[in-house]
């Protein structure tokens, strides 16, 4: 049974697609919310905002997830960047990539050009996470369906903000899915649902553990003759904490979105400590190399992430939770449960990349309720808060995180001007804002 | 009163008298001249080693080490039973030395009892303590001496009171361990400042785990975070003294003198989840650096993950910083309830606080000791101390190089040894501070 979910599609007739379309398109409509969508079509058009690597990435798994999706639109703050990833995604899909020249968009407003395009019925947001707040709400407000990669906010500000705006995706049956893969991932799924049910007792600790290489060859590193300050981070935006959140948000989040899922919770508290010990160059920005926190859950359970990203270290992918009565392990290769009974439970080789975009296109062409903003924005928040920990040397509750912290990392105005880097966090002398 | 019953008795009285310092004070001399000597032929009798105090009320004591924490040790220990003379005195330095001798005039004026002549200076005072006529010794030279120490202590017979942490590196571990056994051979004790182990409190929290209390124990975790230790650890700067008197002088700053804060000063809680777990690590995994620290080679943060027998994983956090967010604790989770050792308190299916009296450690770590040679009933916390120090230096080398290691690794193959080439006062270039991923595994 392997691509179940690839399957699912095309033995969809056009006939019944339509029929299902015109009857959700009715159904929406009676209920009072929001977009009719696709009413009459059988097409699913879709525009790229952030045509990077992880723009090209997603935007082929999603035209490859389903049938009849088109890629229409594009928008990029670069132009060279989206000359290039036009030019890839044809040259592998020629026929569902349908990008005219009028339809590509340059510069700080191009989302907003994206967006106004009525053929565009889904968005993919794969800007740095800094901008992936504003871009959700003008896309809701918009009244697109949203794929959005993780992590979606760099800082409290953000993340209250896509709370607001997958609220506002309800009330206008707009669907919202966010690029935490492993969610999709079958035994992960079967895994932790069994840790749900029982199989290893009541929950009391857990380990997450992502110890990798440092990423020193990614993007450029030489700055450019000519480039302002702005394009300068732009260009180097995972190595800035604005932009990318630190890495313990850009990709850890994946990890701790794990640990949320299987404690059905998000943390109570945190402490963290970190810094950067190899990754000092002005090249890699003012984010860290290393962080270590404790998370304390509900009724007092903690576990404990360990995250680096530093070149010749021991490297490790994995996560535990410890039970009364077993723990259950994955390297994400496989779950093994070690219970009262062993189990392990193994993938079935379907692409949690391409599921999670069939799923969504699945949902939006049945008019299923399929939001994944409220639960992404708080695995964010575990990441920001730890990183907030680990930066200022104090320990903090998430609940003053999520009401309180005034935190916002956007620079004053976004144009292609100066921009001075914010120092490297200083433990105890970093303020928690 | 007839002096011809079992010495076992007259050994528990004096066992009561010397447990209780307020109580000590109402034996009277001629009782304990009378039991010491009643405790001296019981240890004839039973076996070999060396006879204690046979016929004289007191200890004498030598100290290696005159240091604040030295310093404030025989405090403690003059403090902790009656009978108790320091005669004895050897530090690398004489105005170190002074000062110890000033603090302990005022503190302990009766029980100072050095002569000009028994006060020794430089890298071989060690040997001229251990030469003289003293019953004990305390070791209080940083750590990179400690195993050296031990061992010039015990084959010279000494009972031995010694500061952690026992060593800097693996190969003086090993070195601690083949001493703790000669000392049990000995009948020798050695008692380490890992005074928890003396605590009231902890030491039924443990027990109460040890019985099962909280189930079986699945997870773990240990934590000093701290302040910065300025103006509590001496640093000297530079200026014109040697490399080797600098680093000596400012040891806690240096890895190869110190060990690292997580060796130096983190080993309490490591040594408290050993015994909680009664087992060391088989492996663990480690991160650190230095977010804020500019003195020395050593880090300001560590974070290790050990993994203990049946996959159980404790994990550890050490930091110096100022201003952030402290916590000293250890906590054993188990499958039926958690222990928060350092509060005394157990939650869970048979949930405890502990609410005796819980003495000073430091103080009761003495008793204990003194106790112990007066008995003629060695206490040997060498091996612990030496396998909780080693939790520690591997925690350490693993955050160095960013390295995961296992113990028999570390404890039978590791190479690592921090000894300069030679102990004098001369050229010794301060070793880059660690870069995980570049620093190589040893």
């Not at chain 2, 195993?147 to 952690?164: I, R, T």
Request: proline content about 4%.
């Amino acid at each position: 049974m392997k691509n179940k979910a690839m399957k699912a599609t095309p033995d969809l007739s056009r006939r019944d697609f339509i029929k299902t379309s015109a009857a959700l398109g009715a159904a929406t409509l009676a209920s009072g919310t929001g977009r009719m969508f696709a009413a009459g079509s059988d097409k699913i058009r879709i525009g790229l905002i952030g045509c990077g690597g992880r723009g090209t990435h997603d935007a082929t798994k999603c035209l490859n997830s389903s049938e009849n999706v088109e890629l229409v639109a594009m928008g990029d703050l670069f132009k060279d960047r989206l000359d290039r990833c036009r030019r890839t995604l044809k040259s592998n899909l020629p026929d569902s990539v349908q990008v005219t020249e009028e339809m590509c968009f340059v510069g700080w407003d191009a989302y907003k050009k994206v967006l106004a395009c009525e053929d565009v019925d889904m968005v993919i947001l794969t800007q740095p996470p800094h901008f992936r707040p504003q871009h959700l709400k003008a896309a809701i407000e918009a009244g697109k369906h949203v794929f959005m990669e993780k992590p979606v906010a760099v800082d409290p500000v953000g993340v209250r903000s896509v709370i607001e705006s997958s609220e506002l995706a309800d009330k206008k049956g707009l669907t919202i899915v966010a690029g935490t893969q492993m969610r999709r991932i079958s035994h992960l799924v079967e895994g932790i649902k069994s840790i749900h049910d029982g199989a290893i007792g009541e929950l009391v600790g857990g380990q997450c553990v992502r110890l990798g290489d440092g990423m020193l060859t990614w993007g450029q590193k030489e700055r450019q003759p000519g480039w302002s300050d702005m394009e300068w981070h732009l260009r180097r935006w995972l190595f800035l904490t604005w932009l990318s959140g630190d890495f313990i948000v850009e990709m850890h989040v994946h990890n701790l979105d794990v640990m949320n899922w299987a404690l059905d919770a998000h943390p109570v508290q945190c402490v963290a400590m970190g810094g950067r010990q190899v990754r000092t160059g002005p090249e890699y920005g003012n984010c860290y190399d290393h962080f270590a926190i404790e998370y304390e859950y509900p009724n007092g359970v903690r576990i404990e992430y360990m995250g680096s990203q530093i070149d010749g270290c021991t490297n490790r992918n994995d996560q535990r939770i410890v039970g009364t009565k077993g723990r259950a392990y994955t390297d994400f290769g496989r779950v093994v449960i070690e219970g009262p009974g062993k189990v392990e439970y193994a993938w079935d080789n379907i692409d949690p990349c391409i599921k999670q975009h069939a799923d969504q296109i699945a949902a939006i062409r049945e008019g299923k309720r399929l939001n994944e903003g409220k639960r992404i924005a708080e695995s964010s928040l575990t990441s920001i808060m730890g990183r907030m920990s680990a930066y200022t040397g104090r320990a903090l509750k998430w609940d003053w995180a999520m009401n309180a912290s005034k935190l916002d990392l956007s620079p004053a105005k976004y144009e292609f001007g100066d921009l001075p880097m914010r120092p490297v966090a200083i433990p105890g002398k970093t303020q928690l804002i | 009163m007839k002096n011809k019953t079992n010495p076992k008795c007259l050994v528990f009285a004096q066992h009561e008298g010397f447990l209780h310092p307020e109580r000590s004070r109402r034996v009277s001399r001629r009782d304990f001249i009378r039991t010491s000597a009643a405790a001296g032929a019981a240890v004839l009798a039973s076996s070999t080693s060396n006879i204690f105090a046979a016929g004289s009320d007191t200890i004498r004591i030598g100290i290696i080490g005159c240091g604040g924490q030295g310093t404030r040790d025989l405090v403690s220990c003059v403090k902790s039973s009656p009978g108790v003379e320091i005669t004895a005195m050897g530090d690398l330095f004489e105005d170190r030395m002074k000062e110890s001798l000033d603090k302990l005039k005022k503190d302990v004026p009766a029980a100072l009892k050095v002569p000009p002549d028994k006060r020794f200076v430089g890298f071989d005072a060690y040997r001229k303590v251990l030469q003289c006529d003293v019953h004990m010794v305390v070791l209080t030279t940083p750590p990179h001496w400690r195993a050296q120490h031990l061992k010039a202590a015990v084959e010279a017979g000494k009972h031995v009171f010694m500061e952690k942490p026992a060593g800097v590196d693996p190969k003086a571990i090993r070195s601690m361990i083949e001493t703790a056994e000669l000392a049990g051979q000995k009948r020798l004790s050695v008692v380490a400042g890992t005074q928890r182990r003396h605590s009231k409190k902890y030491q039924e929290i443990i027990r109460r785990i040890h019985d099962g209390a909280i189930g079986e124990i699945v997870a773990g975790q240990g934590y000093w975070n701290g302040g910065d230790m300025l103006g509590y650890w001496k640093w000297y700067d530079k200026q014109g003294l040697s490399d080797m008197e600098w680093q000596c002088r400012s040891w806690p700053w240096f890895t190869w003198t110190s060990g690292d804060h997580i060796v130096e000063q983190h080993v309490h809680n490591l040594d408290v989840l050993n015994w909680a777990l009664q087992a060391h690590p088989v492996q663990c995994v480690g991160m650190g650096g230095r977010a804020v620290r500019d003195l020395g080679n050593i880090y300001d943060h560590f974070t290790v993950e050990y993994e203990y027998p049946n996959g159980v994983r404790v994990s550890s956090m050490s930091r110096q910083i100022n201003g952030c967010t402290d916590r000293i604790a250890e906590r054993v989770v188990g499958t039926k309830g958690v222990a928060d050792v350092d509060r005394g308190v157990i939650t869970g299916e048979k949930s405890f606080r502990y609410e005796g009296p819980d003495p000073d450690h430091y103080v009761q770590e003495m008793a204990d000791l003194i106790k112990s040679i007066r008995d003629g009933d060695p206490i040997n916390e060498g091996k612990n101390v030496a396998e909780s120090t080693m939790n520690a230096i591997m925690g350490r080398m693993s955050a160095y190089t960013g390295r995961a290691l296992k113990w028999d690794w570390a404890m039978n193959a590791s190479k690592l040894d921090l000894t300069p080439a030679k102990y004098e006062w001369g050229d010794l270039p301060v070793r880059p501070v660690a870069i995980p991923g570049k620093t190589p595994l040893v």
